[in-house]
């Protein structure tokens, strides 16, 4: 089958590698979409290697007779094969998976932490293929409603579930301030989040003129672009001189994460949601009225069937709509040109749809 493999550090080609057999506990889906996103930026460069075997001392196993990694870790399919074993999904049903799976009966997993799983569960690879593999796939792959779409699905295997957890996890009460640095992808889910959860002021900092137009467009009242103001002043002087309840820091830098650490009020939460690799360092300035009582919580991709089947619903029955997020589609094929539109944020580009 065709598949989108890390070659090289930095590269990415279409390659012939053989189709997936499930076993075990396992299925095999035959892709209809697949899509770029920044994790994938984050293992093709390498940075996190280190952090990746540190994570999964399996890795190396996992890819010995390959090309090199097949890429995409978000996809969505028909189901093509089901292992032994396998009781929740018949061949020909449509599903996603999340993009961290778990084993489901580690200590994590037992307590519905699927993503932070330590009994063999780790980051979903090779969606960008003609099919994929979905290990554990009772506790990690959902089935999609025919009322939601292919481009509405994907998006919940990863950065809506991210984008949606960051308020949710920093407990954000209705009516709450909200101030979101960074809206790239991920940062337009936090807000879109954040609006369904019934926030307040949405106030978003963000520089790319075509995503400060989305942001307007998924629920923020106020965009600063850090161009040209300061975002903490500006977002302290909206705030009566306060800060914002809660602050989300969504794209992984040590500048935003310290910008989000000042923005955030006096017994109010800085909720980080960035990846940020094996570098850099995150600091909190001591200086910030918030420093000496306020909450921090970080936040990786909450996972697992139940996460996808909530998410799901908030789409078919909430109505919350982020396929606007796609604003390009290609071939599978074509998945390294993809890439390099990506990398580039030319185009405002935001997802890339890719279909076999
Ligand atoms: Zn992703
Ligand atoms: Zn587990």
Excluded: W
């Amino acid at each position: 089958m065709q598949s989108c493999v890390k070659t090289a550090i930095g590269k990415v080609e279409m390659a012939d590698i053989p189709t997936p057999t499930p076993g075990p506990g396992e299925m095999v889906v035959k892709t209809t979409l697949a899509t770029v996103c920044g994790s994938d930026m984050h293992f093709l460069d390498g940075l996190p290697t280190e952090l990746l075997v540190f994570l999964y001392s399996d890795l190396a196993g996992f890819i010995a007779g390959l090309p090199g990694l097949p890429m995409g870790h978000e996809g969505v399919g028909t189901v093509h094969a089901v292992g032994e074993g396998v009781t929740r999904f018949q061949p020909g049903e449509r599903v996603i998976a999340s993009c961290l799976y778990g084993c489901g009966k580690c200590i994590q997993c037992s307590t519905g932490d699927y993503s932070m799983c330590t009994g063999g569960g780790r980051v979903l690879f090779g969606t960008q293929s003609e099919y994929f593999l979905i290990p554990f796939a009772d506790i990690n792959a959902a089935k999609v409603p025919d009322e939601v779409s292919d481009e509405q699905a994907i998006l919940a295997t990863d950065i809506m579930s991210t984008g949606f957890a960051a308020t949710e996890r920093a407990e954000m009460k209705i009516g709450d301030s909200v101030a979101i640095f960074a809206q790239g992808p991920v940062g337009l889910c936090a807000t879109a989040g954040a609006r369904a959860r019934g926030a307040g002021l949405v106030i978003t900092v963000e520089s790319v003129p075509e995503r400060i137009e989305a942001s307007k467009k998924f629920g923020a009242n106020v965009v600063i672009n850090p161009k040209e103001k300061d975002p903490v002043s500006e977002i302290t002087n909206l705030t009566n001189g306060q800060g914002v309840d809660v602050a989300v820091e969504a794209v992984g830098l040590q500048e935003t994460f310290e910008q989000a650490s000042r923005a955030v009020r006096r017994g109010g939460t800085l909720s980080s949601i960035g990846v940020y690799g094996v570098l850099p360092q995150v600091c909190m300035p001591t200086t910030a009225p918030s420093f000496y009582h306020r909450k921090v919580v970080m936040t990786f991709c909450p996972c697992g069937h139940d996460r996808l089947a909530h998410l799901l619903d908030i789409i078919r029955y909430g109505k919350v709509d982020l396929s606007p997020l796609f604003t390009h589609r290609m071939k599978l094929s074509q998945a390294p040109e993809a890439f390099d539109l990506f990398r580039s944020k030319r185009e405002g580009v935001l997802k890339i749809a890719l279909t076999p």
